[in-house]
């Protein structure tokens, strides 16, 4: 499904042949949320997604003052969900929006057009799964335009992001899934909320690795904590996370 394949015992990826994919290489984060309205958020389960889009959420709230709409569409996990913060965030000028699942049939959130299309900001949270990737499709024609961008979000300690293959697979049928043909990279190294910062480190060299000579990212994602130590330990822009999703009994 992602035409990895092998000829003359090398393996031939998508996105090796696809080097326009990457958008805004030399682009801070920073400047990405200053440029865009519309983000969709990829990412795997385990990747930290869902707490990098509610902290962008709260951020691009308390720094405009904008109607911020963050619709949960992942549903691929019953945890770690941007809906169960509605309530809190909600008195941070963001609407979190989504639809009750049954089990796991799929279901659609409404609203999601207008909001793409109105003068605030809109994220979208569709995880890693392919379901939820093919509902966003449904809005493709708008999320192709300038003012939107979606963000995968590497994690290199999670399984299917630790090699090339594993980005490429992932990456390509979620992008085809969604009906886009573009992608900003945003590292987000953790191996959960006890990370330390030579663990963090580890994890950006262990993505510049991977992704050498096919991309290069310039952000990445890091808890508020440890921000300052590992600020001086690497030359990317640095995003730092206040982990809203950490649940009482993970200990």
Same mark, same amino acid.
């Given at each position: 499904?992602?035409? =990895?394949g092998?000829? &003359?015992?090398r393996q031939?990826?998508?996105?090796k042949?696809?080097?326009d994919l990457?958008?805004?290489?030399?682009?801070?984060?920073d400047?990405i949320?200053?440029e865009?309205?519309n983000?969709?958020?990829?990412?795997e389960?385990?990747s930290?997604?869902s707490e990098?889009?509610?902290?962008?959420?709260?951020?691009l709230a308390?720094?405009?003052?904008?109607t911020?709409?963050l619709?949960?569409l992942?549903?691929?996990?019953?945890?770690?969900?941007?809906?169960?913060?509605?309530?809190a965030?909600?008195?941070?000028?963001v609407?979190i929006?989504?639809?009750?699942?049954y089990?796991d049939?799929?279901?659609?959130?409404?609203?999601?057009a207008e909001?793409?299309?109105?003068?605030?900001y809109?994220?979208?949270?569709?995880g890693?799964?392919?379901?939820?990737a093919?509902?966003?499709?449904?809005y493709?024609?708008?999320?192709?335009k300038?003012?939107?961008i979606?963000?995968y979000?590497?994690?290199p300690y999670?399984?299917?992001t630790? =090699?090339l293959?594993?980005?490429?697979?992932t990456m390509?049928?979620?992008?085809?899934?969604i009906?886009?043909d573009r992608?900003y990279?945003?590292a987000?190294?953790?191996?959960?909320?006890t990370t330390t910062?030579s663990?963090?480190t580890?994890?950006?060299n &262990?993505?510049?690795?991977?992704?050498?000579?096919?991309? =290069?990212?310039?952000?990445?994602?890091?808890?508020?904590e440890i921000?300052?130590?590992?600020?001086?330990k =690497?030359?990317k822009?640095l995003?730092?996370l206040?982990?809203?999703l950490?649940y009482?009994?993970?200990?």
């Amino acid at each position: 499904m992602n035409e =990895t394949g092998s000829r &003359k015992g090398r393996q031939i990826f998508w996105i090796k042949g696809n080097m326009d994919l990457f958008y805004g290489e030399d682009k801070t984060f920073d400047i990405i949320m200053k440029e865009k309205k519309n983000f969709v958020f990829i990412g795997e389960a385990g990747s930290g997604k869902s707490e990098i889009v509610l902290n962008v959420a709260a951020m691009l709230a308390a720094e405009t003052g904008k109607t911020v709409d963050l619709f949960d569409l992942d549903q691929t996990k019953p945890l770690y969900r941007s809906r169960d913060l509605k309530e809190a965030f909600a008195g941070k000028g963001v609407e979190i929006h989504y639809q009750d699942q049954y089990l796991d049939a799929p279901t659609v959130v409404g609203g999601v057009a207008e909001s793409l299309q109105g003068e605030g900001y809109t994220l979208l949270d569709i995880g890693g799964g392919h379901s939820a990737a093919r509902m966003a499709g449904a809005y493709s024609h708008l999320l192709s335009k300038e003012d939107s961008i979606p963000v995968y979000i590497i994690n290199p300690y999670r399984p299917w992001t630790r =090699t090339l293959g594993g980005i490429d697979g992932t990456m390509s049928h979620i992008l085809r899934s969604i009906k886009l043909d573009r992608i900003y990279l945003l590292a987000n190294p953790n191996l959960g909320y006890t990370t330390t910062v030579s663990e963090f480190t580890e994890g950006l060299n &262990k993505l510049n690795s991977t992704l050498d000579g096919i991309s =290069t990212y310039s952000s990445a994602c890091v808890r508020r904590e440890i921000y300052e130590e590992a600020k001086s330990k =690497t030359d990317k822009f640095l995003v730092p996370l206040d982990l809203y999703l950490t649940y009482s009994w993970v200990d």
